[in-house]
């Protein structure tokens, strides 16, 4: 049986196994606010998701991972539904993302209805990357355009 829950501190082994590049401090920050999901098949990990708010009131999607031997199972769209649906169960009519332009993530994004809306480029030495492409989707009917 497959269970999405907030993040709680005794996670911090499994989500450290796929989330490198979160702080430890980040990590308290998470369990706290509920800004982070595993999702669990019979009680085992399989993925996680972390969240911020872009401009403090616009949900944005940092990170979604799931284990590389569980990856084309579903699980990253299950993820995501369940984050949409919190999200809009909280008031909230968009949502954000963002996948560097060499990653395969981009398609994902668009397959579950997200849109392109910008990407930024950064080039200093040290912070160098790909392209950052941003997507958006509405999540309030009155301001989906495929009403």
Not at 110 to 136: H, T
Request: glycine share 8%; proline share 5%; net charge negative.
């Amino acid at each position: 049986m497959v269970v999405i829950r907030p993040l709680e501190n005794g996670d911090r082994d499994f989500w450290y196994s796929l989330d490198r590049h979160l702080p430890e401090w980040e990590f308290d920050n998470k369990v706290r606010t509920k800004r982070g999901y595993v999702l669990l098949d019979d009680d085992v990990p399989v993925g996680i998701l972390r969240y911020n708010l872009f401009w403090d009131q616009i949900p944005f999607c940092t990170l979604i991972f799931i284990k590389q031997d569980q990856q084309g199972k579903g699980y990253g769209k299950r993820l995501m539904d369940y984050w949409e649906r919190a999200m809009e169960a909280q008031g909230f009519g968009m949502l954000l993302t963002s996948t560097q332009s060499d990653e395969q993530a981009q398609h994902f994004y668009r397959k579950l209805g997200y849109k392109d809306c910008g990407g930024l480029v950064m080039d200093i030495p040290g912070y160098a990357q790909p392209m950052e492409i941003f997507l958006y989707k509405a999540i309030d009917p009155k301001q989906d355009d495929r009403v």
